[in-house]
Nanobody, 128 residues
Framework: QAQLVESGGGSVQAGGSLELSCSAS????????MGWFRQTPGTTRDGVAA??????YYADSVKGRFTISLDNAKTTLTLQLSTLKPEDTAMYYC???????????????????????WGQGTQVTVSS
């Protein structure tokens, strides 16, 4: 059964950096769409960054600060977070689907793809 496992979350002061990793088990990030999403209690889950066919997509709130990348082996999806702000505090989730219309649509509407798989999440806390 395919699984995604996130790691790298933690606590950091505003202006700091973190690197999140998403490792796949019984799944390869070779095709389709993959990305990072975040959610705080009582709010909806929002797209942060997506990767599809070598193209990257970002939420406006993180453009220029976050970078999504996929390793050459296509087994680890990474999100580099820099110039962090308190409003970046959230649980961050990795997700992937083997077929998608576009990375842009996956970033905005991951749940329209019924075969999307999700990790358990990793907490990022940014203090002011």
């Amino acid at each position: 059964q395919a699984q995604l496992v996130e790691s790298g979350g933690g606590s950091v002061q505003a202006g700091g950096s973190l690197e999140l990793s998403c490792s796949a088990s019984e799944y390869e990030f070779k095709i389709g769409c993959m990305g990072w999403f975040r959610q705080t209690p009582g709010t909806t889950r929002d797209g942060v960054a997506a990767f599809e066919g070598g193209s990257t997509y970002y939420a406006d709130s993180v453009k220029g600060r976050f970078t999504i990348s996929l390793d050459n082996a296509k087994t680890t999806l990474t999100l580099q977070l820099s110039t962090l702000k308190p409003e970046d505090t959230a649980m961050y989730y990795c997700a992937a689907v083997d077929r998608c219309t576009s990375g842009r649509s996956f970033l905005k509407f991951p749940d329209i793809y019924p075969t999307t798989i999700w990790g358990q999440g990793t907490q990022v806390t940014v203090s002011s």
